[in-house]
């Protein structure tokens, strides 16, 4: 049963959401890896391959999340990405994979805001990994 | 109540009453506004009438249906931005093509709305604009008043504070709902974080009221001969139980007495601040070297560490507010990020100035200067 659960990389700065983020996922039934940096996760992502991702946005960089979400694509194009951040809700700048040209630039399938329930974030996993 | 112009342009009456019913009933308020804002309400059927409406007065907020019996709504958009016109469109659409989403989009088109949408759908469609129109406008008046980083500051700050009261939440949430089972043991680490958090942000609250006193020059500047060398001294002991943590030695060379004019308290802020970064950022067993330079034109004061040090690139925002340098080997620090901007501008308080020397690997050295 172990070996069929679905894996999900979780790559973000903040040690706390990371451990409640994780948590969570697990709960759903999940596999979780974690990764705290964009280089830790580049590192990882040599030798893996998750059937989902879930990035912070800003790591070492503003852009981190932008970068692995791009790296991540180029080299597993089928792994649908997550982007989660909190950047929207508190500095007013606003960004979306909604539009075409957005999703031109960004590579990602979804973007959430962090702070999301629990259970949208389930729902949002189940309808990318289409199970 | 100050009150929003809307106009709505669309063919079916039902849809333009129901949104006059709706939007004359609501009110939109956040909690930093004096009073809510409410909707005034005007209808018009066709793209034609809502031309001669727009060039006779332009509304804050248009919703806009894109099937009109006559000129189409991305005609009315294009027109709008044509002529330049400040309003926020919303689209109204039943079947909301791709192609015309990218195209009502590229003109300028704020959001949309699906037709057949639920009253509620319409209130939050609203509510989101207000706040947008509101938040411009603060901008603009803000910007006018050369407010405009002062309004940045605020919205990182309040990333800032947000951040640990998620975290802090979401254990708590976790405890809530038992999900590390029913034993305390099992919430151990969840408490020490909570904590962690906790003490995270008191001190950048109280890095926050310092910074506040500075800028608004309200604190009272006490400023009279002090001994530099003394304060120098007490800030080396106040660093004692952190740096016998880290294993850092901090060895103080100063005259034993060395009068300058100063604030004492802004004087401890700065040794507070640079000695600890010292520490914090050090390897263990490393060491940091405080030199008082006592000269008859000015005053030089070193702190020198074996720290982890940091790239070039990193430097120039070094005293930049709530800036952090982020990497493997800062990951566990923590600071509020805004020491060092705390330190530039009590400097600048006494004509003085800061440098940085840094390697990493090898450590950093600042040199601050005060004029005599």
């Known amino acids: 049963m172990e070996k069929n659960k679905k894996s999900i990389l979780l790559v973000d700065d903040d040690e706390d959401y990371l451990f409640q983020t994780r948590l969570n996922i697990e709960q759903f039934g999940f596999k979780v890896i974690t990764a705290d940096s964009q280089s830790e996760a580049e590192k990882l992502l040599e030798t893996l391959k998750p059937d989902l991702a879930i990035l912070d946005l800003m790591m070492e960089s503003d852009d981190s999340g932008f970068i692995l979400a791009f790296k991540l694509k180029r080299k597993y194009p089928d792994v649908p990405v997550i982007i989660a951040t909190a950047v929207t809700a508190e500095t007013g700048m606003s960004f979306g994979v909604s539009s075409e040209e957005d999703r031109k630039w960004i590579k990602a399938d979804l973007y959430i805001e962090k702070g999301i329930r629990a259970d949208q974030l389930h729902k949002e996993i189940i309808k990318l990994l289409k199970i | ?372």
């Open chain 2, 1 to 372: 109540m100050e009150k929003l112009n809307v106009l709505v342009v669309d063919d079916e009456p039902g849809i333009c009453s129901g949104i006059n019913r709706i939007l004359s009933k609501f009110s939109v308020g956040f909690p930093f506004m004096d009073e809510n804002i409410g909707f005034d309400v005007e209808e018009t059927f066709s793209g034609e009438e809502a031309i001669k409406i727009l060039d006779n007065k332009v509304p804050d907020i248009i919703l806009l249906d894109n099937k009109l019996p006559g000129m189409l709504g991305i005609e009315v958009l294009e027109y709008i931005n044509k002529k330049r016109f400040e309003t926020i469109v919303l689209m109204i659409t039943s079947y909301a093509s791709l192609e015309l989403a990218v195209k009502a989009t590229n003109q300028g088109a704020h959001d949309f709305i699906p037709k057949p949408f639920t009253p509620q759908e319409l209130r939050s469609a609203i509510e989101s604009v207000t706040k947008h129109i509101f938040l411009k406008r603060m901008t603009r008046k803000l910007n006018k008043e050369g407010k405009q980083i002062r309004f940045q500051f605020l919205s990182v700050l309040s990333h800032e504070l947000k951040t640990p009261l998620n975290a802090i939440e979401g254990y708590l949430r976790i405890m809530q709902e038992r999900q590390a089972g029913n034993d305390l043991e099992g919430y151990n680490k969840i408490i020490e974080r909570s904590l962690l958090r906790v003490k995270g942000m008191r001190s950048l609250i109280m890095d926050l009221l310092d910074l506040t006193k500075i800028e608004s020059g309200k604190k009272r500047r006490e400023v009279a001969p002090v001994n530099i060398a003394e304060i120098a001294k007490i800030s080396v002991d106040t660093m004692g139980p952190i740096s016998i943590q880290k294993d850092v030695k901090i060895y103080l060379k100063t005259p034993a007495e060395v009068i300058f004019e100063a604030d004492q308290e802004e004087f401890e802020i700065i040794f507070n601040n640079l000695l600890s970064n010292a520490i914090k950022y050090n390897i263990e067993g490393g060491r940091v070297d405080c030199i008082i330079d006592d000269q008859a034109d000015k005053l030089i004061i070193t702190i020198k560490d074996t720290g982890i040090g940091m790239d070039e690139d990193e430097m120039p925002r070094l005293f930049d507010e709530f800036v952090r340098i982020k990497n493997e080997q800062t990951k566990n620090i923590s600071g509020s990020g805004l020491g060092l901007s705390i330190v530039k501008k009590l400097i600048r308080l006494y004509k003085g100035d800061i440098t940085v020397e840094s390697k990493p690997g090898e450590g950093s050295t600042f040199r601050l200067k005060f004029p005599r």
